[in-house]
């Protein structure tokens, strides 16, 4: 039972943390950085290999991330001491040093990462739309529950739902998907009605439910039922410019739903416990495995979204406060101090074990250990 979580999640850590290394990797080497180390996970090497250039590619016991360390480095964060560089390391060396490129280049090379997940997901979309289709198939409301907040704000029977809080319906799916990630106090439904279209301001209720998976969670509900329009599924192979599109489109889609659920939760307009950490993911990977690949792809895809997003924010130690750093650097005309960076790292790592701890209470949380 328990291996039928772990080896999932592990395959889907492996490959996410595996595409953002080597996107830094990829630009690295472009530049003329050394690289000494390519590290999926941390802690003691299990085991590795050498490569010609003589990086270190290894496999460490705690697969919870990576890193690609660049020549001269004095730690994983990529910093180095300027002052000793022109004493320890002669021309031809110093070529190879991440801290000397031109700031853009540096900004690349730490961009690469979460853009190399944003691809994944694309390249992963991009397939299953090509090669199994995507749905497209109009959503009509069958049922409005009595004395539901569908009913109490004017949705009825037949209604053609068109758009939910701006965001285009373009198939039963999204419905769902539109209602979950709304923060709003109230959801815009644009529906036509005969000939008519109308917008109808809908305020959901908070319900403890159960996902697809069996999984309890509150969910925001109106009340509705729903299905096909003329009761016909439009399920589309895409050719390849409409396949990019809708993958690029479904990459822009979550990523900004996503912020504004994390900035929902700051405000207190959206649900905290829904925040997971490894423990929900490595049960969720699980679960979604036994739906088949597609499923398990799919999943791939959005947690490569979230792992680039996420290391895109400006908090130092992840990618997003090294170009906080070069933003800085950029204004001001040189670097921030030695000492001004390392209390910034400070910052980051309390924020991030903040984070850790306060996603681990939630699977603990999840698997029934705090009732």
Known sequence: MLLSYIVPFLILILV??????????????????????????????LFGWND????????????LGGYVKFFGDRNVYSQADHKEI??????????????????YQRALIVFGGPLANFLLAIVIFFSIYTFVGKDFTPAVIN????????????????????EIDGNEVKSLM??????TMSTSDFIDFKVKRNYDELILKIKPNMVMSEDNLGNKINKRMVGIKLGAYNDEINHVKLGPAQAIYHAANEVYYVSISSLKYLGGMVMGKADTSQLGGPIRI??????????????FISMMAYISISLGLINLFPIPMLDGGHLMFYTFEALLGRPLSQ???????????FLLLSLMFFTTFNDLKDLGLFG
Request: charged content about 25%; aromatic content about 14%; proline content about 3%.
């Open 86 to 103: 022109y004493e320890k390391y002669n021309e031809e060396d110093r070529q190879k040093l991440f801290t000397l490129k031109p700031l």
């Open 52 to 63: 010609k250039s003589g990086t270190r590619w290894k496999i460490c016991a705690i697969p």
């Open 16 to 45: 996410v943390v595996f595409i953002h290394e080597y996107g830094h990797y990829y630009f690295a080497k472009r530049y003329g950085v050394g690289v000494t180390d390519f590290s999926i996970g941390f802690g003691k090497e």
């Open 339 to 349: 000492k001004t960076q390392e209390g910034f790292f400070r910052i980051g790592l």
């Open 282 to 295: 490595a049960k969720i990977s699980g679960q979604v495995a036994t739906f088949g690949v597609i499923a």
């Open 143 to 162: 049922e409005v529950q009595k004395d539901s907040p569908a009913m109490i704000g004017g949705l009825k029977e037949k209604d053609i739902i068109l």
């Open 174 to 179: 999204d419905v769902s998907k539109y209602i």
